[in-house]
C-alpha cells in the first residue's frame, strides 16, 4: 500500500515540477537572475496554499499532526544551504528538479545528478571528521513559528492560534505570488 | 478607504483569476495565469504527501543510491544484527547515524521514499509528453541563458553542471535536507530550518547567478 501511494505521488510531484516549469534549468537560473519570477510566483503560492490547507486541516484534527516532521535548525542548515545556492545558480537544478528534468529527457539533468551522486559519496566520507564541528552548532533544534506537534516539537509563538499566524504567513505568502510581476516566455 | 478598496478588489481579483483558469479559451489570460495552475497542482501534491504519508523530501535517496553501489563493491558496509536495536549498523558514520536510519533503507531499498524518487522519473517523463510545447533538441544540454553567455559549447555546459550537481547534493546533505524537504516541506510547515535554508541559498544563488550569467558588452 506504501509502495503504491510512493508511486502515486512520486509520479504527481514529478508531473507537477515539469508542469510548473521548475525543472526546466532556464526559467531557475533567470528567476534568481531576478529577470522572470514565474518560479518564485510558483513556489509562493505552492507553499502559502499548502500551508493553509495543511493548518486548516489539521486543526479540524483531519490530518495527523503525527505526519509534521520539523527539521532541527543548525549552522550547517545555512551554510549547506549556501554550498547548495552556488550549484542551483550554475547548474539551475536542485535534487528533484533534475531527476524530473532527466525524465522528461534533459541530457545535462543526467550529468548533474552523476555529480550529485558524488557529492554525496563525498560528504558521507567527510561526515564523520566534521560531525564534532561547528557545522552541528545548534541554533534552536526542531523549532517552528508556531505550534505544530507540540509533543514533538517548539514553537517559538506559543499563546497565539496556530492556525491564526501559519494561516497570515500562508496568506502574505500567496499574495506576494500574486503581486509579483509575470514571466515572460524565456 | 483604502483598506475597503482592497477588501473588495482582492476577492474579486481572485475569482477572476479562477475564472480564466477554467476557461481554455482565453489563450492571452491562460499564459498569464500558468504560474497559478503550476502553484495549486504542487501545493495540493505537497499537502497530499503530508496528510497520507509524510512530508516530501528527495536529496536523502541520493544517499541510498550512492550506498546500494558500495555495498556492491563492500559487504561489510551495511550489518544486519538479527534480534538487536538498531536492526541495520554501517561502518560508515553518516549512514550509521539516527540508529542506521540510511543504513537500513540501503539493506531495504522497495521503501516509501526510495520509490517515489524513482517515480519523479515517471512523471517528468508523463508530463514532457503531454507538454504540447515540446523541449527543444539544444535545450537538452544547455538552456538558452547558457547558450547567451558561453555559446553552443555543450562540453563546457556538462563540466560546470557535474561540479553544480556535486556542490547542490554536497550542500543539501550538510543541511540536512534540500529544495523540497527544507523549503517547501519545511516552509509549510513554518520550520524555522526552512527559512535558515532558503536564507542560505539564496544568499549565494542570487548573486552567483547575477554574474556567472551576466551577458557579454
Known amino acids: 500500500m506504501t509502495i503504491l501511494l510512493a508511486v502515486l505521488l512520486g509520479t504527481a510531484f514529478g508531473f507537477a515540477l515539469e508542469q510548473a516549469k521548475a525543472s526546466n534549468p532556464n526559467k531557475i537560473i533567470n528567476m534568481l537572475r531576478l529577470k522572470d519570477f514565474h518560479l518564485m510566483k510558483v513556489i509562493l503560492f505552492a507553499i502559502g496554499f499548502s500551508s493553509l490547507l495543511l493548518f486548516l486541516l489539521s486543526s479540524m484534527n483531519w490530518i495527523d499532526i503525527g505526519h509534521f516532521s520539523i527539521k532541527i535548525s543548525y549552522s550547517g542548515v545555512i551554510i549547506g544551504g549556501a554550498i547548495l545556492g552556488i550549484g542551483f545558480a550554475v547548474g539551475g537544478y536542485c535534487p528533484g528538479t533534475s531527476i524530473v528534468a532527466a525524465g522528461a529527457g534533459r541530457k545535462d539533468a543526467l550529468i548533474f545528478i552523476l555529480g550529485g551522486l558524488l557529492g554525496a559519496v563525498a560528504y558521507m566520507l567527510v561526515f564523520g571528521i566534521i560531525k564534532d564541528s561547528f557545522l552541528f552548532n545548534k541554533m534552536g533544534g526542531a523549532i517552528s513559528l508556531v505550534e505544530t506537534n507540540p509533543l514533538k516539537y517548539e514553537a517559538l509563538i506559543n499563546n497565539v492560534s496556530a492556525l491564526f499566524v501559519a494561516g497570515i504567513i500562508a496568506i502574505v505568502f500567496m499574495l506576494i505570488a500574486f503581486f509579483l510581476p509575470s514571466g515572460n516566455e524565456n | ?217
Not at chain 2, 505537497?46 to 550512492?66: C, N, R
Not at chain 2, 549512514?95 to 521503501?111: D, E, F, H, Q
Open chain 2, 1 to 217: 478607504m483604502l483598506k475597503n478598496g482592497i477588501q473588495i478588489i482582492m476577492p474579486l481579483r481572485i475569482f477572476l483569476y479562477f475564472c480564466a483558469f477554467q476557461n481554455n479559451k482565453t489563450s492571452e489570460m491562460n499564459k498569464d495565469l500558468s504560474w497559478l495552475k503550476g502553484g495549486l497542482l504542487l501545493g495540493i501534491v505537497f499537502l497530499t504527501a503530508i496528510w497520507m504519508v509524510k512530508p516530501i523530501g528527495v536529496s536523502t535517496q541520493f544517499v541510498i543510491v550512492d550506498g546500494i553501489v558500495w555495498k556492491i563493491f563492500s559487504k561489510e558496509l551495511i550489518q544486519h544484527n538479527q534480534n538487536a536495536e538498531p536492526e541495520y549498523s554501517s561502518t560508515n558514520a553518516y549512514l550509521n547515524k539516527n540508529n542506521g536510519k540510511y543504513a537500513s533503507g540501503i539493506a531495504n531499498p522497495v521503501n516509501y521514499g526510495f520509490i517515489f524518487v524513482l517515480s519523479m522519473i515517471l512523471g517528468g517523463f508523463l508530463s514532457s509528453r503531454f507538454s504540447k510545447k515540446k523541449i527543444q533538441q539544444k535545450d537538452k544540454i544547455s538552456p538558452k541563458v547558457w547558450r547567451d553567455k558561453f555559446g553552443e559549447n555543450h562540453n563546457k555546459r556538462l563540466v560546470y553542471t557535474f561540479v553544480a550537481g556535486f556542490l547542490v547534493l554536497f550542500g543539501a546533505r550538510l543541511a540536512g535536507g534540500c529544495t523540497s524537504g527544507h523549503m517547501m516541506s519545511g516552509m509549510m510547515q513554518t520550520s524555522v530550518s526552512g527559512y535558515l535554508f532558503a536564507t542560505g541559498v539564496f544568499a549565494t544563488a542570487i548573486p552567483i547567478a547575477i554574474i556567472f550569467f551576466k551577458p557579454k558588452k
